[in-house]
């Protein structure tokens, strides 16, 4: 007998009636009440986690910084980076292609979801600051890598990896690094929007050149940063991708993947100030420069592990389906 099959139902006849014995299926009004009933609370869990978020980006001035002219202008500036790597993720997939309703979908969820990291983040951080030295990269491996690793793989995993056109691993990537896309798009936004706030140039700035003058170096660093939300969560998205297809072993899966974006996100966030100083006090170069290097530096060597993975994937695609369509044609 199989260990994992019920006794009875292992030693019973198959005509046998084991309905509520070791069995179970939709048969009275009741049982259909409840078939009802769990389908409208998993669904209405899922809106109320959409609403709770819609919630608190209202309440953080995230539709402010969206719905502001000058603001979004820069904010669409802020991301053009992050959007190619986002593109050059997607058109790497070598399967069918992704419907626009999964990916805007994916995009939008996102948003809604980091303001849960930016409540937990500044909740946690208080703690953290006294510790001297040691408590910001303690912040960042124990709270912001994990917290905003989470919530943008909890964007793909609440819609589209539930849907049946999430056919492949690779999908996984893909709607991984449109989760980053959109975490980036809120967070640079709202960094803008503090930025100008603070310096008091919000009230009077307009879309055109004279935000770009006001707003330009925020939105070149935040430019800067953004590619680094799509590769983090591509990667923790590929496994995600891969825990579907290998469901025995689906959650370690997914936790390799949660925790290397984890740590790859907090050791960016531990290192960017110190890594920035010392390319600025070699090559002479200003601030933004030196910045400019190392985050070039720093997302190359992980972006390229993120690309190693997606080329092997699609050699491995192309390998085994050439394979199969040349045996198609010769029977």
Do not use: C
Request: charged fraction near 15%; glycine fraction near 10%.
């Amino acid at each position: 007998m199989d260990d994992t099959e019920e006794p009875v139902a292992a030693a019973a006849e198959e005509s046998r009636d084991l309905y509520e014995i070791a069995s179970w299926e939709e048969r009275t009004s009741i049982d259909g009440a409840a078939v009802a009933l769990y389908w409208l609370l998993t669904r209405a869990a899922k809106w109320i986690v959409v609403l709770l978020a819609l919630g608190i980006l209202a309440g953080i001035g995230g539709l402010a910084a969206l719905s502001d002219p000058a603001v979004g202008m820069l904010t669409l500036l802020s991301v053009v980076p992050a959007a190619g790597l986002t593109l050059y993720v997607y058109r790497s997939d070598v399967t069918d292609a992704e419907p626009l309703s999964l990916l805007v979908t994916t995009f939008l969820l996102s948003i809604l979801f980091a303001t849960f990291a930016a409540v937990f983040n500044s909740t946690a951080r208080r703690f953290f600051e006294p510790l001297g030295v040691l408590g910001m990269p303690l912040f960042f491996f124990l709270i912001v890598g994990p917290g905003e690793e989470t919530v943008k793989l909890l964007a793909v995993r609440l819609y589209a990896y539930t849907d049946r056109r999430f056919d492949a691993v690779i999908d996984g990537a893909v709607y991984g690094a449109v989760a980053g896309l959109g975490f980036a798009t809120i967070e640079n936004a709202l960094y803008i929007l503090r930025q100008l706030s603070e310096t008091g140039e919000l009230a009077e700035l307009t879309i055109g050149l004279s935000a770009v003058a006001a707003g330009g170096d925020i939105t070149a660093v935040r430019a800067l940063a953004g590619p680094g939300h799509v590769i983090y969560s591509s990667i923790a998205g590929y496994y995600l991708g891969l825990a579907k297809f290998n469901p025995a072993n689906k959650g370690p899966i997914v936790v390799k993947g949660l925790l290397l974006a984890a740590v790859i996100h907090a050791t960016y966030n531990s290192t960017v100030s110190i890594g920035s100083y010392v390319v600025t006090s070699i090559t002479g170069l200003p601030g933004l420069g030196g910045f400019l290097v190392y985050v070039i530096i720093f997302d190359s060597i992980f972006g390229l592990f993120l690309l190693r993975k997606l080329w092997r994937y699609r050699r491995h695609y192309r390998e085994t389906n050439g394979a199969e369509a040349a045996t198609a044609v010769e029977q």
